[in-house]
Every structure is written in structure tokens, then in C-alpha cells.
């Protein structure tokens, strides 16, 4: 079975500030890991995956994150906030050898200026 | 090369009434998710098809029910409509297993 736990279902960050958004994850197989974001009123826009290889992804918008299989984690981070990144963050999980998606609970960010 | 196609983009009906939302996945994508997401509550999963087949669905009740024809577009029937079903219904298609999903920009349901 795959689920996905994203910390904190509010963040606030001041303009300039780092970005950090938790997701950690439990699947029995070798995952793939996905970061989207949704603008109001929008569908979800993936920001960046992890399927193989290299554990830092690098994605849209100068957001990355780190896959760390002895956490189980995949966390989001950005160095410095912009006011256009005001947005739900959703992470998801999904693997080679079943389709289905799981999606945690998302992460709502504001942008503090 | 056109994305993941919701129709209509907005839906008033009243309580009772039924419901549907249709889907066009992109062009090769087998498999599409349908989700509900009402306000405050992030991604509710609904239903998952691959292949015209119904793979999964989520803990909704039977009033919510869809299918997949022959081209992979999909649709999604709500019966007996209830206030609660007002939210944002979106559809997402992907190619493969593991590949990511592409979302569509939704079909917001107002039932009054």
C-alpha cells in the first residue's frame, strides 16, 4: 500500500524567505515521487518528479527537492520565496508496477510581504 | 498538442438532479483519474480507469459513477445530486505506469 503525509497544511514564508514544504511517503516498492501546484480556481501543474536516478530534482520556477530513501521523504524547497508562489502544493506518489496516484493532503503557501 | 479537456467548465443544477462531466485525456494516455475537490478539503480520489476498464475507486457512494469509452475519454455521472457534491471535479490523464499525471482545469459543480 502507498500513502503520502504532507506536514502542515498551512505555510506562511516572507517574501525573500526559504520555502519548505514537507511530504514524506511509505510505499512497499521503489516509488515515484511527483511535486504539483495548483493556482486558485486552476487544475494541478506539475513542478518537478522522481523516478530514478539522481535524489535532487531540480524543477519549475527554481523549486527542488531531494529524494531520501532512509527518511522516506521528498521535501520541496525553494532558497527565496517569490509573491507568484502563493499556491497549493500537492505531493504524490506512484511506481512503475501500479498506475494509481496517491496525493497527500496538500499544502496551502502564503507569501508574506 | 492539446492537453487534458474538461467539459463545461461550469455546471449548476439542483438538488436531485444528475449530473455529467466528461473528460478527453491527451492524445495516447489510457488511463484517467477523476478526483473531487471541495473547498477546504484537498484531493478527494473518485475513480481511476485504464484501458475502458474501472481499475479503483475512492470512498464515494454509488450515486458516482462513471466510464471510458473505446477513445479513453471518460465521464462522470453524479445522481441524486446533494449540496456536499459542490466542488471543483478534476481529471487527470497519464501515459504509462509511474508516468506523471496531467491535469485538466476542472469542472466546478454548484448544486443548489
Known amino acids: 500500500a502507498q500513502s503520502v503525509t504532507q506536514l502542515g497544511s498551512h505555510v506562511s514564508v516572507s517574501e525573500g524567505a526559504l520555502v519548505l514544504l514537507r511530504c514524506n511517503y511509505s510505499s512497499s516498492v521503489p516509488p515515484y515521487l511527483f511535486w504539483y501546484v495548483q493556482y486558485p480556481n486552476q487544475g494541478l501543474q506539475l513542478l518537478l518528479k522522481y523516478t530514478t536516478g539522481a535524489t535532487l530534482v531540480k524543477g519549475i520556477n527554481g523549486f527542488e527537492a531531494e529524494f531520501k530513501k532512509s527518511e522516506t521523504s521528498f521535501h520541496l524547497t525553494k532558497p527565496s520565496a517569490h509573491m507568484s508562489d502563493a499556491a497549493e502544493y500537492f505531493c504524490a506518489v506512484s511506481h512503475a508496477t501500479g498506475n494509481q496516484f496517491y496525493f497527500g493532503t496538500g499544502t496551502s503557501l502564503t507569501v508574506i510581504p | 498538442e492539446a492537453g487534458v479537456t474538461q467539459s463545461p467548465t461550469h455546471l449548476i443544477k439542483t438538488r436531485g438532479q444528475q449530473a455529467t462531466l466528461r473528460c478527453s485525456p491527451i492524445?495516447?494516455?489510457?488511463?484517467v483519474y477523476w478526483y473531487q475537490q471541495a473547498l477546504g478539503l484537498g484531493l478527494q480520489f473518485l475513480l481511476w480507469?485504464?484501458?475502458?476498464?474501472?481499475?479503483n475507486r475512492g470512498n464515494f457512494p454509488p450515486r458516482f459513477s462513471g466510464r471510458q469509452f473505446p477513445n479513453y475519454s471518460s465521464e462522470l455521472n453524479v445522481n441524486a445530486l446533494e449540496l456536499e457534491d459542490s466542488a471543483l471535479y478534476l481529471c487527470a490523464s497519464t501515459l504509462t505506469w509511474g508516468a506523471e499525471a496531467f491535469f485538466g482545469q476542472g469542472t466546478r459543480l454548484t448544486v443548489v
Open positions: 480507469y485504464d484501458e475502458g476498464e474501472e481499475r
Open positions: 492524445s495516447g494516455h489510457t488511463s
